[in-house]
């Protein structure tokens, strides 16, 4: 193989290289600007809903796209272990439970939540969530489907396509901090203030989408952190329901 054909090649990789780079940081950024389209501009819109929904049709089927199409790889499903699905329901039910004893013993009745109930309340409406019966729908799409939907998303994709660039520390942490960006416009359009709150509550998004990285790093299936994923966003509905209607 002579000089020319040498540096060809290895042009050809560093094209492909960057192109896989932008591809995974899109992907991270995407999330955070669609959460801001629907949450901040088109905030009290008729139009936020189908920005909701179109947003994230783009968002899902990217990874399907760029795995399949554009790198042509094959999909491959891996098995749960038992360990790996106890110890993601363990430390997700007791953080949940957490949860709910600091709201219901020390934060419920507080000035802190009194408002809450306002503003929770004005943008379960706007998302038509208005009724006990369709914030509980919402809930357990949001809970099952919808969290698997975010595992294949953030740990399968982001985090799976930055380990492949990169080490699985520092794959585990820029994709945790990833998944908290979005988060943080959404916990601000829920709560409003105060600004500790928004930067605790964010800050514990990323924490848990660092566990949950690492443990399907540790276990090479998405089942025991969509598992986890299922009873911490259940826990978080509980409590929102019981600031909006209890």
């Given at each position: 193989m002579s000089d020319q054909e040498g540096t060809?090649?290895?042009?050809?990789?560093?094209?492909?290289?960057?192109?896989?780079?932008?591809?995974?940081?899109?992907?991270?950024?995407?999330?955070?600007?669609?959460?801001?389209?629907?949450?901040?501009?088109?905030?009290?819109?008729?139009?936020?809903k189908v920005g909701y929904g179109a947003a994230k049709v783009v968002q899902l089927a990217f990874p399907l796209i760029w795995v399949l199409w554009v790198q042509q790889r094959r999909l491959s499903w891996s098995k749960p272990t038992r360990q790996g699905v106890g110890t993601g329901l363990a430390v997700a039910v007791a953080a949940a439970i957490t949860g709910l004893v600091v709201y219901h013993g020390l934060l419920k009745d507080s000035s802190l939540i009194s408002r809450m109930p306002g503003l929770i309340g004005a943008k379960t409406r706007e998302m038509g969530?208005?009724?006990?019966?369709?914030?509980?729908?919402?809930?357990?799409?949001?809970?099952?489907?919808?969290?698997?939907?975010?595992?294949?998303?953030?740990?399968?994709?982001?985090?799976?396509?930055?380990?492949?660039?990169?080490?699985?520390?520092?794959?585990?942490v820029v994709s945790s901090l990833a998944f908290m960006s979005h988060h943080v416009i959404i916990v601000?359009?829920?709560?409003?203030?105060?600004?500790?709150?928004?930067?605790?509550?964010?800050?514990?998004?990323?924490?848990?989408?660092?566990?949950?990285?690492?443990?399907y790093q540790r276990c090479g299936s998405l089942v025991a952190p969509w598992l986890g994923h299922v009873v911490i966003d259940a826990g978080i509905m509980l409590i929102g329901y019981d600031v909006v209607f209890g």
């Amino acid at each position: 193989m002579s000089d020319q054909e040498g540096t060809s090649r290895e042009t050809g990789l560093e094209t492909r290289h960057g192109t896989h780079l932008a591809a995974i940081v899109t992907a991270m950024v995407f999330p955070t600007v669609a959460a801001g389209l629907y949450f901040i501009i088109l905030a009290g819109h008729p139009a936020m809903k189908v920005g909701y929904g179109a947003a994230k049709v783009v968002q899902l089927a990217f990874p399907l796209i760029w795995v399949l199409w554009v790198q042509q790889r094959r999909l491959s499903w891996s098995k749960p272990t038992r360990q790996g699905v106890g110890t993601g329901l363990a430390v997700a039910v007791a953080a949940a439970i957490t949860g709910l004893v600091v709201y219901h013993g020390l934060l419920k009745d507080s000035s802190l939540i009194s408002r809450m109930p306002g503003l929770i309340g004005a943008k379960t409406r706007e998302m038509g969530l208005d009724s006990p019966g369709r914030y509980l729908a919402f809930s357990l799409f949001l809970s099952f489907p919808h969290a698997l939907l975010e595992e294949y998303y953030w740990r399968w994709f982001i985090f799976g396509e930055l380990r492949r660039v990169t080490t699985v520390r520092t794959a585990i942490v820029v994709s945790s901090l990833a998944f908290m960006s979005h988060h943080v416009i959404i916990v601000h359009a829920f709560i409003g203030e105060p600004l500790w709150l928004i930067v605790l509550l964010s800050l514990s998004v990323a924490v848990a989408g660092g566990f949950w990285a690492w443990l399907y790093q540790r276990c090479g299936s998405l089942v025991a952190p969509w598992l986890g994923h299922v009873v911490i966003d259940a826990g978080i509905m509980l409590i929102g329901y019981d600031v909006v209607f209890g």
